[in-house]
């Protein structure tokens, strides 16, 4: 009697099909690429079609000067003194903004230089502290101007009528004290309330200020002009 030979696997079960899953299957499709440029291997990604970016619109520089209650009807009496020149020479655009009580200057396609903005805001700002259109033209005509305010305060604490004083001998009768001082310095002083706002070049306005400081100590008004006289002498030699 023959006896086959019987194998063990055929006593093993029988494995069961399993299902490929979809995800098995988008991993096996997707091939595995190398980066000419970094030598980087990587699967490739399939992304949607992304939309083309929005342009994004390009920021023009903006300066706002805040307008004080005060000059309202003087921004409005000399609005178009103060528009023509920023408009026509400085090629600014410029807006007075009624809700936020705000003048707005631009910076347009026509401008030049962006200096002009900072040099448009400081003549609307120099309007607006209460000098004279004609003296704030200076700040867009010549370079090297500024404008310097400080308090009386910052110089000595005075209240009361002690403080009106001190406005009286800056100003002088019928402000001749305040004139003296601007034609000696070549500069323009405005004489807001305890404000004082000096206009003109760096050396003018230190000669200035120390002019008002030593008048607001108390100093005599013909000891201030002989000291103005002097410094001013020795400019002038120098120059």
Not at 154 to 165: E, F, M, P, W
Not at 203 to 213: E, K, M, P, S
Request: net charge positive; aromatic share 6%; with cysteine.
């Amino acid at each position: 009697m023959e006896v086959e030979n019987i194998k063990a696997d055929a006593f093993e079960p029988a494995k069961r099909a399993t299902k490929r899953s979809a995800n098995a299957g988008s991993q096996q499709d997707v091939e595995m690429q190398v980066d000419e440029a970094t030598g980087i291997e990587g699967s490739s990604q399939t992304t949607r079609a992304s939309a083309p970016p929005r342009a994004k619109k390009a920021r023009s520089e903006l300066r706002k000067v805040s307008v004080p209650p005060h000059r309202y009807s003087s921004l409005k009496e000399h609005w178009m003194k103060i528009f023509t020149p920023v408009v026509e020479h400085m090629k600014l655009q410029i807006r007075f903004n009624m809700k936020a009580r705000q003048v707005e200057l631009r910076v347009g396609p026509e401008t030049p230089d962006i200096a002009n903005l900072q040099r448009g805001a400081d003549f609307v700002r120099a309007f607006l502290c209460g000098f004279e259109v004609d003296d704030a033209l200076a700040l867009l005509r010549l370079e090297d101007l500024f404008v310097e305010s400080f308090e009386i305060k910052d110089v000595k604490t005075l209240r009361g009528d002690h403080q009106s004083r001190a406005i009286g001998r800056l100003a002088g009768k019928g402000g001749r004290t305040k004139f003296t001082i601007e034609n000696v310095t070549k500069t323009r002083i405005v004489l807001a309330d305890s404000k004082i706002h000096i206009l003109g070049s760096y050396q003018n306005i230190q000669l200035a200020r120390r002019a008002v400081c030593n008048l607001i100590l108390g100093s005599p008004p013909n000891k201030v002009y002989g000291n103005l006289r002097s410094v001013a002498s020795r400019l002038s030699e120098r120059m």
